[in-house]
């Protein structure tokens, strides 16, 4: 038997788990009946409070119909797994099929941050970034048993999908700011520095009105189990947490757009529901056209003072109109100074375009999800529904001075697309990130100390070579001696034009021998992320020292976390 995992359960069993649940060894409940989607359905967010959301694995008639219809059609016969409770012997059960399945998925291309000198480049600027679109969709791949391209591997977005155990806010305060400062578990002589904010959750006791509207892809590419019913699937749960002072408005588009629901109050779930439910698909892809009803829906709609947001669901694969990522950023950033929010779930595979859906969130004052099954669904738009929907700081910025006295290097680990120019952090005008309530953002650097640097000494053709290589200024060696870094952060309120700054120095004394626990499951994070990308920069790392280092600490009462250290396993026979 081949160790490559699963890749006959992307062929013959997707469409079943990816509608059923993330995890990999669960045993299939009985599936629901036809007409169990509507607002009482099975699906709804009620029924998912008392289990594990990976535990789940309930499949909608309609998708192991449609599944089961086109297997007989082939003249296809479904074979029968047993599927053990051990990840070990389900793992090595599963044999590779003759021949992978087309794939057309895109992703952008990017240059992982390299090494920078203090000397030459003190300030290290960049914008905050809530995503975590990219560990969904590398677990679904590793699930499928399917290659990890490079360039979906994003960092910082494998950090982010997790919680940490930071402190709430002080009052007044729109987030707290944690550091932890560790040795380099891939480099002895090297240092590993963690800065953590988490939001205040301003919907902790109250329900902010919210104005959405539900943009859904329904073209002929959303066929699949795995995109239009488990869309429709999502929105039914989200739609059960709504009251009578949300406003609902839906809007598909295939070969053109339509709207189907506008202003509908969030009390009427039977009928908002059933206009989900009613969804067919069929068509090409005129998703910008879309996104302008969107617009003009919401801004119709407008809610002062409260939560007015699109949420779009598609495979990104658009093919009428405006469909590149130039053309998609430049058409949100005409949109989104209207105080309207666009936030972006992907779904399905072999056509997958992140590149878009990337771009449009990222442009679009948003967050952007990967949906692969129920669980996550009922994780982004149910368990952390506040996180998801409601902004509460915006144009988030990020500049990191270090005090060369006693830094040499450092290094940004994540983060390349969301690099900002020194001089933008203080232009009000420059768009950054969005952070929701109660949600936590995550950066790491990888730090050369000053009495661990080399003895490289640059020449310089067109400048003082003395004066370039002069000691650090007394200023940094005197009142400041003990400081590593200040952690500057600029932000306005989801109302505002203009932000405010929060300076945060950090010293040296935070350092710890023993690795913190927050640190140490980001550090698990960042070789997880360097090993998938083959870094130059993961030195010593190993999918089996990440195994170790999960068992420093107690993470199995964060499921999520728990899931990761099987991922790694996946990962590492791959």
Request: proline share 4%; with cysteine.
């Amino acid at each position: 038997m081949k160790k490559n995992i699963i890749k006959i359960y992307a062929l013959l069993t997707a469409s079943i788990l990816a509608l059923s649940g993330c995890g990999n060894a669960s045993e299939s409940a009985a599936p629901t009946t036809a007409n169990e989607t509507g607002a009482n359905a099975g699906y709804t967010a009620d029924n998912y409070d008392s289990a594990p959301s990976h535990k789940k694995q309930e499949t909608p008639a309609a998708a192991e119909k449609a599944d089961n219809s086109k297997n007989e059609a082939n003249g296809a016969v479904m074979p029968e797994y047993e599927y053990s409770d051990s990840a070990e012997e389900y793992i090595d059960y599963i044999e590779e099929p003759a021949e992978p399945p087309v794939n057309s998925e895109e992703y952008s291309e990017f240059t992982e941050n390299a090494f920078l000198s203090v000397k030459e480049a003190p300030l290290s600027t960049f914008s905050a970034d809530v995503d975590t679109a990219s560990y969904t969709n590398i677990r679904r791949l590793l699930n499928d048993g399917m290659y990890v391209p490079e360039d979906s591997v994003r960092i910082e977005e494998i950090l982010n999908y997790f919680s940490y155990e930071y402190p709430d806010p002080n009052h007044g305060e729109p987030f707290s700011v944690t550091t932890e400062l560790s040795a380099c578990p891939w480099n002895a002589d090297h240092q590993l520095m963690l800065v953590g904010i988490k939001a205040d959750d301003m919907m902790k006791d109250d329900h902010i009105a919210s104005n959405l509207v539900f943009l859904i892809d329904v073209s002929g590419s959303m066929s699949s189990p795995d995109k239009l019913p488990l869309v429709q699937t999502a929105f039914n749960m989200l739609a059960d947490r709504l009251d009578e002072n949300d406003r609902i408005s839906i809007v598909t588009y295939a070969g053109s757009d339509s709207v189907l629901l506008d202003g509908e109050p969030g009390s009427n779930k039977n009928h908002i529901c059933d206009v989900i439910d009613s969804l067919e698909s069929g068509g090409s892809t005129a998703g910008a056209a879309g996104i302008i009803t969107a617009y003009d829906i919401a801004s119709r709609n407008f809610i002062e003072g409260g939560n007015n947001r699109i949420i779009l669901a598609t495979d990104g694969d658009l093919n009428v109109g405006p469909s590149s990522v130039n053309e998609l950023t430049t058409l949100v950033e005409n949109e989104r100074d209207k105080g309207i929010f666009l936030s972006v779930l992907g779904f399905g595979s072999g056509n997958y375009k992140d590149d878009r859906l990337e771009a449009l969130a990222d442009n679009g004052n948003g967050n952007y999800s990967y949906i692969d099954c129920i669980s996550e669904a009922k994780k982004v738009l149910v368990d952390e529904m506040s996180s998801t929907l409601v902004t509460v700081a915006k144009d988030v910025k990020f500049q990191v001075e270090f005090n060369p006295a006693n830094v040499s290097e450092y290094r940004l680990i994540g983060y390349e697309n969301r690099a900002l120019a020194n001089r933008d952090f203080n232009d009000d005008t420059k768009d950054a990130g969005e952070v929701g309530a109660g949600s936590t953002v995550t950066v790491l650097y990888e730090i050369v100390p000053a009495d661990a640097a080399d003895d490289y000494t640059p020449e310089f053709r067109y400048s003082d070579n003395e004066k370039a290589n002069m000691e650090p200024e007394p200023a940094a060696v005197g009142e400041h001696a003990d400081e590593l870094l200040t952690v500057n952060i600029r932000c306005k309120a989801p109302d505002a034009d203009e932000s405010k700054l929060y300076v945060y120095p950090v010293k040296k004394s935070i350092y710890r021998d023993r690795m913190p626990k927050n640190l140490n499951f980001a550090a698990c994070c960042a070789e997880f992320g360097m090993l998938l990308r083959h870094s130059r920069y993961s030195g010593t790392s190993s999918y089996e020292r990440i195994a170790d280092m999960l068992k420093e600490y107690n993470y199995e009462d964060d499921e999520y976390k728990a899931e990761f250290g099987l991922m790694v396993r996946l990962a590492s026979r791959m």
